[in-house]
């Protein structure tokens, strides 16, 4: 008997350990103004040994809810609520292993639309973490062996980018600049600052000189670029009073950047972007724009749109042209 009885001690003791070493995260929390057609889903992007996840968390009649999900190591998860009521949206939160994290979730209706959005209120024991990644979305702490030197990157790339807008001396810029920063692409958001439309002779010079400064064969700088040059196009086709506006941005490419890479990938954004507005120019943009990228499988991608504005222009050539006379 005390044989028996050791035996199923020992069992015991092993499914509690091997319970305990697998206690996943607990999420718990509440959605307002839920109604039976809404979804609730868990979302976790995919690592190289694992595939994505995506789950759908039971809500309660009364919007309330908890859900157990497995996690080798810290994450980042999603949690995508669609109200076909209200609508769509997402927030980031932060899972760990044996942690339990709450998020309230209510609908705040945007003062200028009619658009509805997601106020997140974090507690639990990973409170921090996940108003952390809520705020900094596009970066995922699985990168970094912990959370702190998670932080601490993010942390040292608004001290670095905040001294950049204040050595520009302007304080407008400097709060717009902290306002739009996104960490994972350094540079790009921010050239949102100046619509594309703007007119480049009335723009502060703070943003010229933050411009001029970029280094136009670095690879972060990509994005930036790529907007810069969409507004530098307009800003040329709207002083010649009319004309392509592809034409300058590629023309400007060509004489600020030498890296093939950064040729490639731009060019082809601006002719992804301009070829359905540029259609009676669309073949010697597109000749210009065959000489600067040298990447054949970004030129095949564009080409079908190529030739249906081609074609598209050929026909409003053979209607203007007269007929003959009889």
């Known amino acids: 008997m005390k044989k028996i009885f050791f035996i199923t001690a020992l069992t015991c003791l092993t499914l509690l350990t091997s319970c305990s070493n697998d206690k996943g995260a607990t999420i718990t929390g509440s959605v307002d103004r839920w109604t039976e057609n809404s979804r609730l889903i868990l979302g976790i992007m995919a690592e190289e040994t694992q595939d994505p996840i995506m789950a759908e968390i039971p809500v309660g009649s009364d919007g309330t809810f908890s859900y157990h999900q497995k996690v080798e190591k810290p994450t980042v998860a999603s949690i995508i609520i669609n109200n076909p009521g209200i609508g769509m949206n997402r927030i980031s939160l932060f899972l760990e292993n044996g942690k339990t994290v709450n998020v309230d979730l209510k609908h705040v209706k945007e003062v200028e639309s009619e658009a509805y959005g997601i106020e997140p209120t974090f507690t639990g024991d990973t409170k921090a973490e996940s108003e952390f990644v809520n705020e900094n979305?596009?970066?995922?702490?699985?990168?970094?062996?912990?959370?702190?030197?998670?932080?601490?990157?993010?942390?040292?790339?608004?001290?670095?980018?905040?001294?950049?807008?204040?050595?520009?001396?302007?304080?407008?810029?400097?709060?717009?600049?902290?306002?739009?920063?996104?960490?994972?692409?350094?540079?790009?958001?921010?050239?949102?600052?100046?619509?594309?439309?703007?007119?480049?002779?009335?723009?502060?010079?703070?943003?010229?000189?933050?411009?001029?400064?970029?280094?136009?064969?670095?690879?972060?700088?990509?994005?930036?670029?790529?907007?810069?040059?969409?507004?530098?196009?307009?800003?040329?086709?709207?002083?010649?009073?009319?004309?392509?506006?592809?034409?300058?941005?590629?023309?400007?490419?060509?004489?600020?950047?030498?890296?093939?890479?950064?040729?490639?990938?731009?060019?082809?954004?601006?002719?992804?972007?301009?070829?359905?507005?540029?259609?009676?120019?669309?073949?010697?943009?597109?000749?210009?724009?065959?000489?600067?990228?040298?990447?054949?499988?970004?030129?095949?991608?564009?080409?079908?749109?190529?030739?249906?504005?081609?074609?598209?222009?050929?026909?409003?050539?053979?209607?203007?042209?007269?007929?003959?006379?009889?």
């Open 137 to 326: 979305k596009s970066i995922d702490p699985r990168d970094f062996e912990t959370f702190t030197a998670f932080k601490d990157s993010i942390d040292k790339y608004y001290a670095e980018r905040l001294e950049r807008a204040k050595a520009i001396g302007n304080p407008a810029f400097e709060k717009d600049y902290i306002a739009v920063y996104d960490p994972m692409n350094q540079n790009a958001r921010l050239v949102n600052y100046i619509p594309h439309d703007a007119n480049l002779d009335s723009v502060e010079t703070a943003y010229m000189d933050y411009i001029n400064q970029l280094d136009f064969n670095d690879p972060v700088n990509e994005n930036a670029l790529q907007q810069y040059l969409i507004t530098y196009g307009r800003f040329v086709q709207k002083k010649k009073e009319g004309g392509s506006a592809t034409m300058p941005s590629l023309e400007e490419l060509t004489r600020r950047t030498q890296n093939q890479t950064m040729l490639n990938n731009i060019s082809s954004h601006l002719m992804f972007f301009f070829l359905m507005i540029d259609t009676p120019y669309v073949e010697s943009v597109w000749a210009k724009y065959t000489e600067i990228c040298k990447d054949e499988s970004q030129i095949n991608e564009l080409r079908p749109r190529y030739e249906a504005r081609k074609s598209d222009l050929e026909k409003v050539r053979n209607k203007a042209k007269p007929k003959d006379a009889h």
